[in-house]
């Protein structure tokens, strides 16, 4: 694990960032330790711009939005290494539970994470509906879940933030289809979708051409970017395996010409889900998106 001593210049279209996720998986999968505080040195010496927060890791949940002196530690911790937290990870299984009274407590807790969110300095909110269909059809639960969307799409709006919410191979919902449905149903400007290229290109054939599905959904639907590569299979019968940019099978600078052509200026979020060295994930993805932004 090795850096320039002098960080390269920011990336002037877009603000970069590394999931955290990228090194709790590595954690819970390969039994590795990595020290937050060598985590954040390291990414912030690459010039990235901040990071994405998961639940869980390296220590506890998210605190409530009433916790403020938790939460001033925890903005102050990552300000020393001037990275902005710009996400959250969030869960939506309750956003489509067939049950009312679950789908509202999962709408306040959304309230609860989106005042947590800009106490900590957040742009964005990730949501992942993830969950079995519990007793429903699979439209009753793209129409509960559209609503559940809609309600907490002017939640996230009304606090200025962006509402952005991914399908995976292993959810009920992982179909261009159900993402394109989604979206129709909620009918809200302020929600989006989390472009991952690995997602993107199982749901588009894993021909290594994400930006072909990019291109159908629309670059003004993306809220932000988790950038990843694949080589269009599942990890471990899991969710799509996950490559550092440039090992794998898609077309990321075509990806990237897509968004800087069709206007995306929002956050390249580095997605290490997995990977086994995500310090070298670290450094391959920095160097394309430098090199798209060029």
Not at 90 to 110: C, Q
């Amino acid at each position: 694990m090795t850096v320039a001593a002098t960080a390269p210049a920011k990336n002037p279209l877009w603000k970069t960032a590394v999931g955290l996720n990228s090194f709790s998986s590595g954690t819970r999968k390969y039994g590795k330790v990595y020290p937050i505080w060598e985590v954040l040195d390291f990414v912030a010496q690459l010039g990235y711009d901040g990071i994405e927060l998961v639940g869980g890791w390296p220590m506890g949940d998210y605190p409530k939005s009433t916790e403020t002196e938790r939460i001033r530690a925890l903005r102050r911790f990552h300000d020393a290494y001037r990275l902005q937290v710009f996400s959250i990870q969030t869960g939506a299984g309750g956003a489509f539970a067939p049950d009312e009274a679950a789908r509202r407590k999962w709408v306040e807790e959304f309230r609860d994470r989106v005042k947590f969110c800009k106490q900590v300095g957040c742009d964005c909110i990730g949501v992942w509906p993830s969950g079995g269909l519990r007793g429903q059809t699979l439209d009753e639960a793209l129409k509960r879940l559209a609503g559940s969307f809609r309600e907490t799409a002017q939640i996230a709006a009304d606090a200025g933030l962006i509402m952005a919410f991914e399908i995976e191979p292993p959810f009920v919902f992982n179909k261009e289809e159900h993402l394109q449905r989604i979206l129709e149903h909620a009918r809200h400007p302020s929600l989006k979708v989390i472009y991952d290229p690995s997602h993107f290109d199982l749901m588009n054939g894993s021909t290594g051409k994400p930006h072909e599905m990019l291109l159908r959904i629309g670059v003004k639907n993306i809220g932000y970017v988790q950038l990843t590569d694949t080589d269009g299979t599942l990890r471990d019968g899991g969710t799509s395996k996950h490559l550092p940019c440039g090992d794998g099978h898609a077309h990321i600078a075509e990806s990237l010409r897509v968004l800087r052509e069709g206007g995306f200026r929002g956050w390249m979020d580095m997605d290490g889900w997995e990977i086994p060295d995500p310090y070298d994930a670290c450094v391959k993805a920095k160097k394309m998106i430098d090199a798209a932004a060029r």
